[in-house]
């Protein structure tokens, strides 16, 4: 069973669309994350989700935003998609935080690579 | 600044030969240190998480170590294979933050 799975596994779109990509995860766990690893592979954080919580990294322009229907899911919409979008997206979860405050470990789902032409 | 550098940058070694990479961090307060393994085309794979108080820990063939004082992790690769090829990624923890810390990997090949 996939512990972490997206769609669409590619997408490729044109500047200025709205798009959305999927994810699920069946291991149980409160929060789930986005990440954007661009050309150069440097995985860089989007956001932070659980049922009490948003997290967002001050970076990240408001054309992205994260929904969550219930705990097991953590859509991604980004609208008015530029060329700067593309990159490969990750999307994970951890078993909330550790005792010290910081995030469990993360199982990543298997990347979705948005092409923005 | 939370910062998390490493290197080398890549790496290429034969089948069979042990390998070191680093990574120095300046994160405060500091929680644990994650060392991750990313094949090509997927998401990347816990190796070894590490707290303040431990110095040495393995998986396998993966050997992690820590210096809390000089703020300085390391992952040796002992008898590479072929499926070692990847990018390893160091991870930092902030205390009571969701945000890690991020380093740019090291690419490693191993070449039979």
């Known amino acids: 069973d996939t512990a972490v799975s997206q769609t669409p596994k590619y997408l490729v779109t044109q500047m200025g669309n709205d798009k959305s990509i999927k994810c699920e995860q069946n291991l149980g766990h409160d929060t789930m994350y986005w990440y954007k690893q661009d050309s150069k592979k440097f995985l860089k954080i989007m956001f932070s989700y659980n049922n009490k919580e948003l997290i967002i990294n001050e970076t990240v322009p408001n054309r992205f935003s994260p929904k969550s229907p219930d705990k097991a899911h953590l859509n991604l919409h980004i609208n008015s998609l530029e060329l700067g979008d593309s990159a490969v997206y990750f999307c994970?979860?951890?078993?909330?935080?550790?005792?010290?405050?910081?995030?469990?470990?993360?199982?990543f789902g298997p990347g979705t690579r948005l092409t923005v032409t | 600044k939370n910062q998390v550098e490493q290197s080398p940058q890549s790496l290429i070694i034969l089948e069979g030969k042990n390998c070191t990479l680093q990574?120095?961090?300046?994160?405060?307060?500091?929680?644990?240190l994650r060392w991750y393994k990313q094949d090509t085309g997927r998401g990347p794979v816990s190796l070894t998480i590490m707290t303040f108080s431990e110095n040495t820990k393995s998986n396998g063939r993966y050997t992690a170590t820590l210096d809390a004082d000089t703020k300085q992790s390391s992952l040796h690769i002992t008898a590479s294979q072929l499926s070692d090829s990847a990018s390893y990624i160091c991870v930092v923890s902030v205390g009571g933050s969701y945000i890690p810390t991020f380093g740019r990997g090291t690419s490693l090949i191993v070449h039979p």
């Open positions: 990574c120095n961090y300046t994160v405060s307060p500091f929680s644990n």
């Open positions: 994970a979860s951890s078993q909330d935080r550790t005792l010290a405050g910081s995030p469990g470990e993360q199982y």
